[in-house]
């Protein structure tokens, strides 16, 4: 028979029936361990409490309040996307599971015994970014990560299960080899768009070193965003559990309100001039400029206009007759097919910018290189003279 809704316990209830279990009386537990080795030498003894009943609020849970932050933060969102969208598939499909479950990731590095490098097993849906995810013993194991430029990065530690999931899927070497040999601005029937996934906060900190944009020919680029000596890793500025930024010990260097308030630049990148507000300003601006320009090339030059809907994949589709409004056939939106080498570059680098809501503060120069070189790209094809933008790199 099944139990009502209000008979199952929560973790807290369960612990205070361990806590209740274990306040006996000597004479009444040895009495059931006799009790039970009379009757079988496999019976499992019982005990009685003292005195009772017990309530939650009287059992001191040593972690408590971090089960309680965690419980409250994207991470044990349940219902999000990230953990809900293979519901109707029963299972999730193994190149998602690693970073969308815990039972995935540990799956990935082999924490439970299965090969390491590789989802082999499969994954239930109902999964979370779980205790086990960070607090798994095993990951004193885990020295490297591998990123998909193909660096091998040194980690210690939880580090490996932040980068391990905040490093995107692919990158600027992904665009490379999709274009090669490829007339530069003729549409390919072959190129689809490359998307560097979501919260690539991993990707964007370790910049040109970590290699995740599309870096142009005979550009440097800013490696990873070393800051001031505490601040050297992501526990450094986000609370583990409610992953909330710690604000106040940036004050110790910056005046600002906000984080998004911090400047660290005295020259204006966007061309606005205005050094009042922060970097955050700058990039999004000259992320706007891009798409802007992304917008202008496939209608002029390519004449095969785009229209980006960030609310459904894959994201860029097609308005062929250029009314702004997505095409659809057979009641489906139309994904855009007339990608060139340099519109899908430039489009790689906008989404791997934008998709890190944090860039600003993970590595705002290399986010602003890119975005530079990107407009830049697009400056010639469109007759649009770089020094009249008045953007700085």
């Not at 806590?19 to 000597?26: E, G, T, Y």
């Not at 994207?74 to 499909?93: K, L, M, P, T, V």
């Not at 490093?167 to 070497?173: E, K, L, M």
């Not at 229209?307 to 057979?330: E, K």
Request: hydrophobic content about 40%.
């Amino acid at each position: 028979m099944p139990l009502p809704s209000s008979a199952f316990l929560t973790p807290v209830m369960f612990l205070a029936g361990l806590v209740a279990l274990s306040l006996v009386d000597p004479a009444l537990a040895q009495t059931a361990n006799n009790t039970a080795d009379e009757e079988s030498d496999t019976a499992i003894p019982f005990a009685l409490p003292q005195s009772g009943p017990f309530t939650p609020a009287e059992i001191d849970i040593e972690n408590d309040q971090a089960i309680a932050d965690w419980f409250r933060s994207a991470h044990a969102n349940a219902a999000a996307e990230a953990f809900s969208h293979w519901d109707d598939d029963g299972e999730i499909r193994a190149a998602c599971a690693t970073c969308h479950s815990g039972e995935g990731f540990r799956d990935f590095h082999g924490l439970d015994g299965t090969e390491v490098g590789v989802v082999n097993g499969t994954i239930n849906v109902g999964g979370v970014v779980d205790c086990g995810t960070c607090h798994n013993e095993g990951l004193a194991e885990i020295s490297e990560i591998t990123f998909p430029s193909g660096l091998v990065h040194p980690v210690q530690g939880v580090e490996a299960s932040c980068l391990t999931c905040h490093q995107g899927r692919t990158a600027g070497i992904d665009v490379v080899e999709a274009t090669a040999d490829m007339a530069i601005d003729e549409p390919n029937a072959e190129l689809r768009f490359i998307n560097p996934h979501y919260a690539t906060a991993a990707a964007t900190w370790l910049g040109g070193y970590g290699a995740a944009g599309y870096h142009y020919d005979g550009r440097d680029y800013s490696g990873r965003f070393f800051h001031a000596r505490p601040v050297a890793s992501c526990n450094s500025c986000h609370e583990p559990h409610t992953l909330e930024v710690e604000f106040e010990p940036c004050l110790t260097c910056h005046q600002a309100e906000t984080p998004q308030d911090i400047r660290i630049a005295r020259q204006s990148y966007d061309g606005s001039g205005n050094t009042s507000v922060g970097i955050q300003s700058d990039i999004e601006a000259n992320a706007e400029t891009l798409m802007d320009m992304i917008r202008a090339y496939t209608n002029d030059v390519v004449g095969a206009p785009v229209i980006y809907d960030g609310s459904r994949y894959p994201y860029f589709f097609a308005d062929a007759n250029g009314d702004g409004v997505v095409d659809m056939a057979d009641g489906k939106p139309v994904v855009y097919g007339s990608w060139t080498p340099r519109s899908l570059r430039t489009a790689f680098n906008w989404k791997l910018v934008t998709a890190d809501p944090g860039n600003y503060a993970h590595n705002p120069q290399y986010s602003l290189e890119l975005l530079y070189d990107s407009i830049a790209d697009l400056s010639d094809p469109l007759g649009i003279d770089m020094e009249e933008l008045d953007l700085l790199r």
